[in-house]
């Protein structure tokens, strides 16, 4: 399975970007996928994960009501909108797949395919 994050690049803070990640390959064993990110000096941290339906998303404290994880099955697809981007926002993101559960984690090693991951950079 391979993992393409698009949709990264520089926002202000309180602005808005969209994420992309397209999966291609073994694409009917993406029961869950997600996104992580890593700041600068910092560990790798969840961010939100979605089911294969769509039916059950997660989502760390952080982001909580100002990010929101979707995905578009038939294009093997999933997003993250990212709004009231803040600073601390900054990091690069990873899109992540788990072949082998149906509800989403926020445990890293559960994931069994990382992209390459895409900059995201807020300014003040």
């Known amino acids: 399975v391979q993992l393409q994050a698009s949709g990264g690049g520089l926002a202000q803070a309180g602005g808005s970007l969209r994420l992309s990640c397209a999966a291609s390959?073994?694409?009917?064993?993406?029961?869950?996928m997600g996104w992580f990110r890593r700041a600068p000096g910092k560990e790798r941290e969840f961010v939100a994960a979605?089911?294969?339906?769509?039916?059950?998303?997660l989502y760390a404290d952080s982001v909580k009501g100002r990010f929101t994880i979707s995905r578009d099955n038939a294009k093997y697809t999933i997003y993250l909108q990212m709004n009231s981007l803040k600073p601390e926002d900054t990091a690069v993101y990873y899109c992540?797949?788990?072949?082998?559960?149906?509800?989403?984690?926020?445990?890293?090693?559960?994931?069994?395919?990382w992209g390459q991951g895409t900059q995201v950079t807020v300014s003040s």
């Open positions: 390959g073994r694409t009917f064993s993406n029961n869950v």
């Open positions: 979605i089911s294969l339906r769509g039916g059950s998303t």
């Open positions: 992540v797949a788990d072949a082998s559960r149906v509800i989403p984690s926020k445990w890293a090693p559960s994931y069994n395919y």
